[in-house]
């Protein structure tokens, strides 16, 4: 700012009265461009001026199995991540999830975790002009200045590294920037709530000594622990543990819909004393309690019909993929009615209610949830009315942009520099 400040303020006004010109010119379209969308050209400014950071997409399945183009222009595609989809959206970065289906991946969790790392990284080869790999805050820092989207990744479930530190370091090394430490399974350093009432499944009361190794080899190499699907204990574990702000990649409260991926009072309350952030998932059996009900309601049902279909499968040799199991959930989804948009905006009024403005965002779970997200939402292309939605509940601009992405970017930060610490002081 200094080395600017008093040089050629002649070209300083006249470059002003250009841009001035440029909007009253471009006034009337965007009017009618607003009008069509519902989005007002005020809420526009606020969203457009924000770096919006999304830390959870599950788009890298369809890169992998369905060798879907993240270029794609197809207007009938249902899903939720495309270039032109984030861009009129202003999704500035995106967590791409590396998410291995431990069902399906027996015996090569590692060789499907490179796999879809390679997956990100060819869409961001195939569309240099749009999108780059990100892997710090000064790399998406770069890409909203040159306005690309930042492509970051996160590993989503700790039986990735196969109990194997070496791993983890190699996967730090390939760029992802956190890790969930357990999906809906629990692996053998920590207990999930996808599975802690099942007696048959062996659990080890919260992380392991291995698992709270595994948390401070992630701190000291600047890999943000995410405690989504964590159990509860675990959940309590990661937080002793930790050195540096955590993550909830994408959960939302459980006082408002009573999930046991969701987080209680009390753990919003740890995140904030932490530093961390609490991402709000999207899905609406995690938003909204109706829709919660419901699909437990059919839960038997789906699971017979998505067993048959890997079956069917598997006897035919071939390999179930997600999105085999997805094409059925989402059949099942369609059958409940979607919750309003007031669902997902709940949730993140109550985190920054009762963890504080400063420690709430977006974990879309795009791509993940079947197409249940609630009305209004279809795609990145719709994030615009959730700063509309904020601005009508009174919040100012400024706490729009830390829900958007600035909280992520602050705890982002701090990892970095707990890391450099960390690295210095060996
Ligand atoms: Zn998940």
């Known amino acids: ?119 990100v990284y060819e869409q961001a080869a195939r569309h240099p002009d749009r999108m780059m790999m990100a892997f710090s805050v000064a790399d998406i820092e770069r890409a909203h200045r040159e306005h690309k989207l930042a492509a970051l990744m996160g590993i989503e479930g700790g039986h990735s590294i196969e109990n194997d530190m070496h791993l983890l370091r190699d996967y730090y090394r390939l760029g992802v920037r956190y890790m969930t430490l357990s999906w809906s399974n629990t692996n053998e350093f920590a207990d999930s709530s996808g599975d802690i009432d099942d007696p048959k499944v062996q659990h080890h009361n919260g992380l392991t000594d291995f698992g709270k190794q595994v948390v401070l080899e992630m701190n000291r190499l600047g890999m943000m622990v995410d405690i989504s699907h964590v159990s509860d204990k675990t959940f309590w574990d990661a937080i002793a543990t930790t050195k540096a702000p955590v993550i909830a990649s994408h959960s939302s409260a459980r006082a408002l819909t009573n999930h046991p991926r969701n987080m209680t009072d009390d753990m919003l309350r740890a995140v904030s004393k932490n530093g961390g952030v609490v991402d709000v998932n999207f899905f609406s059996a995690f938003d909204d309690e109706d829709f919660r009900k419901a699909v437990e309601a059919q839960k038997k049902d789906v699971d017979a019909a998505v067993k048959a279909k890997q079956e069917k499968l598997k006897a035919e040799g071939k390999t179930p993929t997600y999105l085999d199991t997805d094409g059925i959930e989402r059949e099942w989804m369609a059958k409940i009615p979607r919750p309003p948009l007031k669902a997902l905006i709940d949730h993140i009024d109550h985190i920054a209610k009762v963890a504080g403005v400063d420690h709430v965002g977006l974990g879309s779970d795009f791509d993940g949830v079947s197409g249940a997200t609630p009305q209004g939402i279809d795609s990145a292309a719709d994030l615009p009315k959730i700063t509309q939605a904020l601005l009508e509940r009174g919040y100012s601009a400024e706490d729009i942009h830390k829900i958007l992405g600035g909280n992520l970017l602050r705890v982002f930060g701090e990892v970095e520099k707990v890391s450099r610490e960390m690295r210095a002081g060996n």
Do not use: C, Y
């Not at 969203?47 to 997409?57: K, R």
């Not at 249902?78 to 289906?101: C, M, P, R, Y």
């Open 1 to 119: 700012m200094k080395k600017t400040t008093g040089s050629l303020p002649s070209l300083f006004s006249a470059a002003f009265l250009f841009l001035v010109l440029v909007l009253l010119i471009l006034a009337p379209f965007s009017q009618a461009q607003s009008t069509e969308s519902g989005i007002s050209p005020k809420v526009r400014a606020i969203h457009d001026s924000a770096i919006v950071v999304d830390t959870h997409a599950d788009t890298p399945q369809r890169f992998l199995d369905e060798g879907f183009d993240i270029g794609s222009t197809d207007p009938h595609d249902t899903g939720h991540i495309s270039l032109d989809k984030a861009k009129a959206g202003n999704l500035g970065a995106e967590f791409f999830s590396i998410w291995v289906d431990p069902d399906t991946n027996q015996g090569h969790f590692a060789r499907h975790t490179f796999d879809l790392i390679d997956s």
